[in-house]
């Protein structure tokens, strides 16, 4: 495992997760219960879902639309309708004024030449006038109109009877009076724009009632469009949200949870997909365990052949060894016990996968642990000429003793491992607020940038690999942090002004929980 010279904060929150409050587990069931009965009703495919979504939210807008085009097509008829009143009430007034003006010039030039056969003028014209006020009081007309209609009906008849009188007595003077027509023709061509006003106001009316409606319209569908789309995207991102949950929890090697998805056929099928793959990885993880278990047993039995007959021959049992012979030994032994370490990583990260790490707490103190550390890598160590400065208080740490070495043994290893021939690693120990802060600085060159973030992932091999030296497994720093989060701690790589890298272990000194 390769070293650096940033900061990494690990996330160490193992406290037991706050149980949900009742009432909103009761909120809970409500709202799945609600999208269940819902669901039933609404396209059984993702894609329908989407199209049925979009056409309920535009379904109130269509409507309002139409409600807009019926009012604007509504007022568009009153209008042609009012104008063409207008122009026939107009029109039917010009009629009746001219037809009263030809009235009188016929009876006053027959009057004048004295010639009552010029009369029969009047009445030709006296027929197209009854006429006219026939088809204007067909006309949707106002009181007033109505009465000045009726005056002038009145009018026309008295002059019609006077007319006639002279026309069968042919008197040799004689006048009529047509100005009670004539003023009575043209009151009610001046009261021609009354009907017109009306009209326009009903219209005026009937546009602020559209604007209204449609104001409200808008009001009432603002929330209801709202409220169906916050309605559809609970339909639509529940099982999203669900389907994230599980690639989540797949990703960080929890396979125990089926999955089940709620939500529209096919994400359904979705759903199954992932459970037969989580299902399928976590066969493959249990036969990843149980051959990483396998072949570490299986190595250890003649690695511990091999440890028993090298220190046999280091101690002379086979007689005395020259010098050749003692180091060719000493290196057996070396790789050995670097072997041994391998397997029991191996065999540390399976128990670690398998959920099965048990803390078995017992007060060790902490400088004879951290000595016995040190002389277990006498021989790393001289091989490098490596120069330790161990400072540490003289206190006690509850823990679990052989877990704890394990951790301190991999931070040295890997001190070791990075620091140049002849070279420093100081290891320090502090007390503060109850709990122990345990730095191992080595004097190496320090890690690549790209490789902090993952520099505590399992198999990982950094960039910059240690010189004359062969290459780990990538289990150490894992295995180390894992521990320490069980014991309720963290272990971070830290700033060091000097050269190296700086690990800091730090441990809750008294603990009788596991976290």
Known sequence: MQQCNGRIRIRTDCAPKHMDHPQTRSGNRLTSILVRKLSAWLPQSFSGLILA???LVSLPLMLSLMYSAA???KLAQQNRQVVYKAEQIAHFSRL???GAASMEHNVKLASILADDSLLKNYFHNHNRFRNTLTDLGALPLTPEQVRLLQTIDAADITIFQNVQTISQNHPAHWYVDFSPLMDATQNFMNHGDVPIEREVSAMQDMADQASRVILGLLIGLIPLVLLIVFGFSILIARPMRQIDKVIRAMGNGNFSSPVSIEGPRDLQQLGDRLDWMRL????IEEQKSTFLQHVSHELKTPLTSIREGTNLLSE????????KQTEIVRILASNSMQLQKRIEDLLNFSALQSGKVVLVRQKVA???LLE????EQYLAIAAKSLHIELTCPDISIRCDEQKFRTIVDNLLSNAIKYSPAGGTIRIRATESDGRLELDVIDSGPGIDGLDKEKIFEAFYQGRKAPQSHIRGTGLGLSIAREYALVHGGTLELTDNDAEGTCFRLTLPLDSTETP
């Open 366 to 368: 902490l400088t004879s």
């Open 316 to 323: 002379g049992i086979a007689g005395e060894l020259n010098a």
């Open 372 to 375: 016995r550390v040190v002389h």
């Open 53 to 55: 979504g979009f056409l």
């Open 280 to 283: 399928r990885l976590q066969e």
């Open 71 to 73: 009012s604007i097509n």
């Open 96 to 98: 009746l004024v001219d």
